[in-house]
């Protein structure tokens, strides 16, 4: 998505251990017409997919996500990192995910309510570079007996194991900015 990959390029940062500062556009301050365009492609590429929800974890997945809910026409979905009061543990789902940017492993709760049985899911995040949050958020689709039908990135680091991790999982995955390197401080695309 050359949209996409224009702002990565004008607006991004790179820091050291490969991390890629995008806040000013896809987490902290949200560009809305990007993200509307991020979910019209997400729709295209899987709109023969039969999605009935889309997942993500919160809460830079949250606008990407509901973007593209919103062209499919279906409920988004996000896991919490903290528990409310309002569930027990017999009332949601949870699982462990590793983020590499902040270097923590959390846990992620999402309400039994909300993902069933027979739901299709498209899980959507904004960055893939190990694939933790892909796989953990797979395991909640799992735990409610639900079909993970794709995985929509934003923007993959495709130099780290995500990618193949995923594949290996037989997911389609579908990145819209691929990032082939963040050697010396510079963003090389594939």
Do not use: W
């Not at 991004?12 to 809305?32: E, M, R, T």
């Not at 593209?68 to 979905?77: E, K, Q």
């Not at 902040?102 to 049985?117: D, M, R």
Request: hydrophobic share 40%; with cysteine; aromatic share 8%.
């Amino acid at each position: 998505m050359e949209l996409l990959k224009e702002m990565v390029l004008k607006y991004g940062k790179v820091y050291p251990n490969n991390v890629l500062k995008v806040d000013s556009f896809v987490n902290h301050q949200i560009d809305a017409p990007l993200m509307k365009q991020a979910g019209d492609e997400f729709y295209r590429y899987f709109k023969e997919s039969g999605v009935t929800k889309v997942l993500t974890i919160e809460a830079s997945g949250i606008a990407p996500a509901i973007m593209t809910a919103l062209s499919f026409g279906v409920p988004m979905v996000f896991a919490k990192k903290t528990l409310p009061s309002t569930l027990t543990k017999d009332t949601l789902y949870s699982t462990e995910i590793f983020s590499y940017t902040k270097n923590v492993t959390s846990k992620v709760i999402l309400s039994k309510e909300y993902l069933s049985q027979g739901d299709r899911v498209l899980i959507i995040d904004d960055f893939l570079a190990n694939g933790g949050a892909v796989m953990g958020l797979d395991d909640i689709v799992k735990q409610a007996g639900a079909t993970t039908v794709g995985v929509g990135i934003l923007i993959e680091k495709s130099f780290q194991e995500g990618r193949k991790l995923l594949e290996q999982a037989n997911f389609d995955v579908h990145s819209l900015c691929r990032i082939a390197s963040l050697d010396e401080g510079r963003v090389t695309f594939e």
